[in-house]
């Protein structure tokens, strides 16, 4: 079946260490997303990219890297410098299109110990 | 200034009663697109419904409608016939400037908790 996928659901990560959230599509998705969710707010954009080998930073990306070499994943590595890494994860992808919906995963929840 | 505002932090609603989700924008462009998404408890975000700033009639999908008042610039979202289902987060989002193919990403709204009472 055609969708993305998150990996790890879960994740927990001692204070000063990066850690690398997985997103990958098979939906054929030009463009992919980064979001973070906290609790009680809705989501916000970290990064995106259009195509493969460039992406742009969103309105949150301080404390966060991502990769674009392939069409087919766009992984988040949150680092050290993320002084609030707990947080929900959400990765997407879209199509052109008349509506452009964003399609998402199912999330990657991220504790900081 | 909040892109999108949803006023409502919880709602309840009893089964096969209908419910509106409230859901306000800001904009100056003249070509945007409106969204709906369902978040259930698992955390995934499901596409619910569609409106685009140029469309003439308001949007419906199954059970969902888009209450689009363009000049109000509010884009409520109508369930009818509630199920137990149906409980969840709703977000109500925005995509400006649709004529721009750069970012193409979404504003979101802080969302509504709607729990659907039997």
């Known amino acids: 079946d055609g969708g993305i996928t998150q990996s790890p659901k879960y994740l927990f990560r001692k204070e000063g260490q990066n850690v690398t959230l997985s997103c990958e599509q098979n939906l054929n998705h030009d463009a992919m997303y980064w979001y973070r969710q906290d609790p009680g707010q809705g989501l916000r954009l970290i990064y995106y990219s259009q195509i493969v080998n460039d992406f742009q930073k969103g309105d949150i990306a301080e404390g966060y890297s991502v990769s674009r070499e392939k069409k087919e994943s766009f992984p988040l590595t949150v680092t050290s410098a993320q002084k609030n890494p707990t947080a929900f994860y959400l990765c997407?992808?879209?199509?052109?299109?008349?509506?452009?919906?964003?399609?998402f995963g199912e999330g990657s929840r991220l504790t900081v110990l | 200034a909040q892109k999108i505002t949803q006023t409502q932090p919880g709602m309840f609603v009893q089964e096969k009663e209908a419910v509106t989700l409230d859901c306000t924008y800001d904009?100056?462009?003249?070509?945007?697109?409106l969204f709906w998404y369902k978040q259930p408890s698992s955390g995934e975000m499901i596409f619910l419904i569609y409106q685009g700033s140029y469309d003439e009639q308001n949007a419906t999908e199954g059970r969902y409608s888009l209450n689009f008042q363009k000049a109000r610039k509010s884009a409520n979202l109508v369930i009818s016939a509630s199920q137990l289902g149906d409980s969840a987060m709703y977000f109500c989002?925005?995509?400006?400037?649709?004529?721009?193919?750069?970012?193409?990403?979404?504003?979101f709204g802080s969302g509504t908790r709607l729990q659907v009472q039997p």
């Open positions: 989002a925005m995509r400006e400037a649709l004529m721009d193919t750069g970012r193409r990403a979404l504003t």
């Open positions: 904009t100056s462009d003249q070509s945007y697109g």
């Open positions: 997407a992808s879209g199509r052109q299109g008349r509506t452009g919906e964003l399609f």
